[in-house]
């Protein structure tokens, strides 16, 4: 970790931050551009989509949703689209977790993630060939500022994605993107009775749009955690 620490200063010093917003020198996102996100003033079944108190599944909708709650923060749009795009890109180049720190802390409030503070958190895998060719998990490094402020466990290992899925954003038809992640992921059979005990599982994903793939990944930990919750956290929801 420490020489990517080191390595990140050089970055930081031969390319200084500019705002994806403004263009502003110092920040990637500077207190201007923070004060125009626009943050989710509600929350969303996860089945049905319309609004639902802390975003948990509605009256009758138990059992339309492998997602018991689903919580995003800000709308996919304008600044935060930008954060993305430049984090999905550029990781090493732009450290951004500060940004994604200062969004999660202007916005999630105790009550949205109230029992996650024992939750394993868990980020929506990449394919093998995908993250070598990225080098990075975009939604590793928001699962990890997550657990830095409600608490919890990252685990990157749980949850395997054993095929590459083709990008999910390119398919327009909700069933088509239903089909195209079924059975492209899998719990890592070694680390079931380590976890064995866990209430609450957190999957993490940069952007909400479907909920396809987030629904796929609820299912399979379900299957093997029948008793615990799983819940959803993004970002941004598109
Ligand atoms: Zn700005
Ligand atoms: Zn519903």
Redesign the pocket.
């Known amino acids: 970790m420490k020489s990517t620490h080191f390595f990140r200063r050089v970055i930081s010093i031969l390319f200084p931050a500019r705002?994806v917003?403004?263009g502003?020198w110092g920040r990637y996102?500077?207190d201007?551009?923070l004060f125009k996100v626009g943050f989710l003033e509600k929350q969303y079944c996860p089945a049905c989509k319309k609004s639902a108190i802390l975003g948990f599944a509605s009256h009758g909708c138990g059992k339309r949703t492998s997602l018991d709650q689903l919580i995003s923060l800000c709308w996919y749009r304008g600044v935060v689209r930008s954060l993305v795009m430049n984090y999905k890109f550029a990781p090493y180049v732009k450290n951004l977790e500060s940004e994604i720190e200062r969004l999660m802390l202007q916005s999630l409030s105790p009550e949205d993630v109230f029992d996650w503070s024992t939750g394993i958190v868990i980020p929506v895998p990449l394919h093998k060939s995908k993250l070598k060719q990225r080098g990075f998990n975009q939604s590793e490094a928001i699962a990890h500022v997550l657990a830095k402020i409600v608490g919890g466990e990252v685990s990157a290992s749980l949850l395997v994605r054993t095929r590459a899925s083709g990008v999910q954003s390119s398919i327009k038809d909700d069933r088509l993107r239903v089909q195209n992640v079924r059975g492209v992921f899998s719990v890592n059979k070694a680390l079931i009775a380590r976890y064995s005990s866990a209430k609450v599982f957190v999957l993490v994903d940069d952007v909400y749009t479907s909920g396809s793939t987030l629904q796929e990944c609820a299912r399979v930990i379900k299957r093997s955690f029948p008793q615990s919750s799983v819940v959803g956290f993004t970002l941004a929801r598109g």
């Open positions: 705002c917003g403004c502003g996102l500077c201007d551009c």
